[in-house]
């Protein structure tokens, strides 16, 4: 057995003294955050030294009894954590919370506890009523995963927050997964494009969805739109509002058919080969989309890699030293010009087969994950 972490998200629909309640946490949330972090300008100790002085700051500020006790302890890990990656990647000084930031959240821990030999725990998930239990704020309707009936893990935390004033829920479970006996029946190499989103080694083509093209374009056009609105005008404030909704749109959507294309390819095989994204995936492309690409390709890799581990799938992840693309399936002839990304077929100089660009790569993608793992059959 072993144990895996699985998020839930769900939308949930707070009550107007429940809404109340959470805006409060947000801010207190915000309030211990930057209140730590002006502190640890001068000299940083660790998240536990802070913790020792939340009693004589609860002391001298009664509000900050009014929300649940634990998230003052997860906005210290999260400057704790904070502080650390910073420290590690050596770059930029981290910023104090406002409340002006497109998304607002808090975090708490489920805590359990038996009395009387009952168990008591501080979040509940009650999936027949659709209702979340949430420490101070009592029953929230939930909605989302409609067809999940029941879950099989151990809630550790969940984290409330607010994007395009709707309301979620995200829960972090502790599940336990069965893995068997591995034995692959069928290998697939994923390629991921801007031409098409993804071909795979059998040939099947995601293609970039129209619906998420029409969100994509409007986005591009309320930014035209703000660079020219009057700041502080009701006008700017309008658009803002419309993008902030767009945006939440357009990630739902690709969302949606993100998990659509991996829940397919890991169902269909046992074994599935990607590249890691590096630099030269990278294309040249006006900046919006390419930061849209970017994302899908690490969210969808990011997606396989967890669908494959819940069903006992083998994923690898090849380095990018050898150019995928340029490489002939059929002979491994090397063909330097099609580095130029419009070429989408070529015919090899040395077998003279014909290659479609992106089939050809996600076959060669494919052949190395192929090669790592006979490498690790014989180590092994
Ligand atoms: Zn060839």
């Known amino acids: 057995m072993e144990k895996i972490l699985r998020g839930y998200i769900f939308r949930m629909y707070p009550n107007k003294n429940q809404q109340i309640l959470i805006e409060k946490s947000f801010g207190t949330s915000r309030y211990i955050y930057n209140y730590f972090l002006e502190k640890s300008k001068e000299y940083y ?178 930014n035209r739109w703000l660079s020219r609105a009057k700041v502080g005008s009701k006008n700017r404030y309008k658009i803002k509002k419309k993008l902030a909704r767009t945006y939440q749109k357009l990630k739902n959507a690709r969302k949606y058919y993100l998990h659509r294309i991996s829940k397919e390819i890991v169902e269909e095989h046992d074994m599935i080969v990607t590249e890691k994204l590096t630099i030269t995936n990278m294309v040249k492309n006006k900046q919006l989309s390419k930061a849209i690409y970017d994302a899908s390709w690490n969210e969808l890799i990011r997606q396989l890699e967890y669908k494959s581990k819940w069903l006992g799938k083998k994923l690898y992840k090849i380095e990018t030293y050898y150019p995928s693309s340029q490489i002939c399936n059929h002979c491994g002839y090397q063909e330097k010009k099609v580095k130029d990304l419009s070429i989408r077929k070529w015919s090899c100089h040395n077998c003279k087969n014909e290659n479609e660009r992106d089939l050809n790569a996600s076959i060669n993608i494919m052949y190395e994950g192929v090669k790592r793992y006979i490498e690790e059959l014989q180590v092994s």
């Open 45 to 222: 100790m660790n998240a536990y030294e802070y913790i020792k002085e939340l009693p004589s700051l609860t002391k001298e500020n009664n509000w900050l009894k009014e929300v649940d006790g634990c998230l003052l302890r997860t906005s210290i890990f999260d400057l704790d954590n904070a502080y650390q990656k910073q420290r590690k990647e050596r770059k930029g000084i981290l910023k104090f919370k406002n409340k002006y930031q497109s998304r607002q959240s808090y975090r708490t821990n489920n805590i359990i506890n038996h009395y009387k030999e009952k168990t008591y725990e501080s979040i509940k998930l009650d999936l027949e009523k659709r209702t979340i239990t949430l420490p101070k704020l009592k029953e929230i309707k939930i909605k989302g995963y409609r067809n999940l009936k029941r879950i099989n893990g151990r809630i550790i935390s969940a984290t409330i927050y607010k994007e395009a004033d709707k309301y979620y829920v995200s829960l972090c479970l502790e599940e336990e997964v069965i893995t068997p006996l591995f034995i692959p029946a069928s290998i697939v190499g994923i390629d991921v494009g801007i031409k098409e989103l993804v071909v795979t080694s059998e040939g099947k083509i995601y293609k970039n969805q129209k619906q998420i093209k029409k969100y994509e374009e409007k986005i591009k056009g309320l």
